[in-house]
């Protein structure tokens, strides 16, 4: 079973709505990532978390906002997304400096 | 330009069999490889990890090469099992303080019975 959790796991969602993916870790691993992965594609990283601070933001448009409240949470906020944002959105919690990288189940999001 | 190529795209093997798939990478500096099994619509799970000064390391059924020299890799699959159908994704860290793994495009396996 997996250490990172994701919910939902499953999202539908139009193109004016407004909502959110959560990724929780209790590893105590203080780097946190979003990723993208289309299908028989490889995952696309989005942003890095280390320490609770942003550390790399991919040029991920704005319609997609990250949050970590604290070292064993990560949101991603979806504002006004594209049918092309549909995608399988993956978190992974790690030890800072990247050595690992451990992933969640991910979330199957469906923008209409 | 940092890559990871791997080979074949997709394979299908027939169950008990055996099977090796590829990964050539030209990332440099090198820090570690790693191969990940992903079943479909679920997130990567580790399969092994190796850094430089490691040739070989298994972990059940799944054995993982390492050539620095030649910048290759190889996952053999021994005595194959339905639920070994998945991408496999072969993946390397640079030695820096970037924290982007390069990932390879994966291997998609099926094995039937």
């Known amino acids: 079973d997996t250490e990172v959790t994701q919910t939902p796991k499953h999202l539908v969602m139009g193109m004016t709505n407004k909502k959110s993916l959560k990724c929780e870790q209790h590893?105590?691993?203080?780097?946190m990532y979003w990723y993208k992965q289309k299908a028989k594609k490889p995952p696309e990283l989005m942003f890095v978390?280390?320490?609770?601070?942003?550390?790399i933001n991919e040029s991920v448009p704005s319609r997609f906002s990250p949050e970590c409240p604290n070292s064993s949470l990560l949101n991603l906020h979806l504002h006004a997304l594209q049918p092309e944002d549909s995608a399988l959105y993956l978190c992974a919690a790690g030890v800072a400096g990247g050595e690992t990288q451990y992933f969640g189940p991910g979330t199957r999001l469906l923008v209409l | 330009k940092n890559q990871v190529e791997q080979s074949p795209q997709s394979l299908i093997i027939l169950e008990g069999k055996n099977c090796t798939l590829q990964c050539n990478y030209t990332v440099s500096p090198f820090s570690n490889l790693r191969w990940y099994k992903q079943d479909t619509g679920r997130g990567p799970v580790s399969l092994t990890i190796?850094?430089?000064?490691?040739n070989t390391k298994s972990n059940g059924r799944y054995t993982a090469t390492l050539d620095a020299d030649t910048k290759q890799s190889s996952l053999h699959i021994t005595a194959s099992q339905l639920s070994d159908s998945a991408s496999y994704i072969c993946?390397?860290?640079?030695?820096?303080?970037?924290?982007?793994?390069?990932f390879g495009s994966g291997t998609r396996l099926l094995v039937r019975p």
């Open positions: 190796m850094t430089f000064s490691e």
């Open positions: 978390y280390s320490y609770e601070k942003l550390s």
């Open positions: 993946v390397v860290r640079r030695m820096d303080s970037s924290y982007k793994l390069i």
């Open positions: 590893m105590g691993h203080r780097a």
